[in-house]
Nanobody
């Protein structure tokens, strides 16, 4: 089992920034690929960012490329999502996710956090 807990969400004006954090426990963190997803009311879940276990390779959804950055600190069992130049359409619940397989992180990750709300005002 892997437990994931997100934090750092809140209300921000368009053009502002937020940094989300995800704390992991239950297994050796460095063995897992990590990712971030988001879901707005009435919309499907959307892949935001992914990172391999070593942190050497990352991937991003088209809508956030150039604005969001995913990173991890294996010594602290933490993964982060730095969100810059936020837009109202970024408003959603953001979820941390994890899987042994990097490819699975972008599709159907095995483990999920409870989510944290991000609201971007106009």
């Amino acid at each position: 089992q892997v437990q994931l807990v997100e934090s750092g969400g809140g209300l921000v004006q368009a053009g502002g920034s937020l940094r989300l954090s995800c704390a992991a426990s239950g297994r050796t963190f460095s063995n897992y690929a990590m990712g971030w997803f988001r879901q707005a009311p009435g919309k499907e879940r959307e892949f935001v960012a992914g990172i391999r276990r070593s942190g050497d390779i990352t991937s991003y959804g088209d809508s956030v490329k150039g604005r969001f950055t995913i990173s991890r600190d294996n010594a602290k069992n933490m993964v982060y999502l730095q969100m810059n130049s936020l837009k109202p359409e970024d408003t959603a619940v953001y979820y941390c996710a994890s899987d042994i397989e990097y490819s699975a992180v972008r599709r159907s990750p095995r483990y999920w956090g409870q989510g944290t709300q991000v609201t971007v005002s106009s």
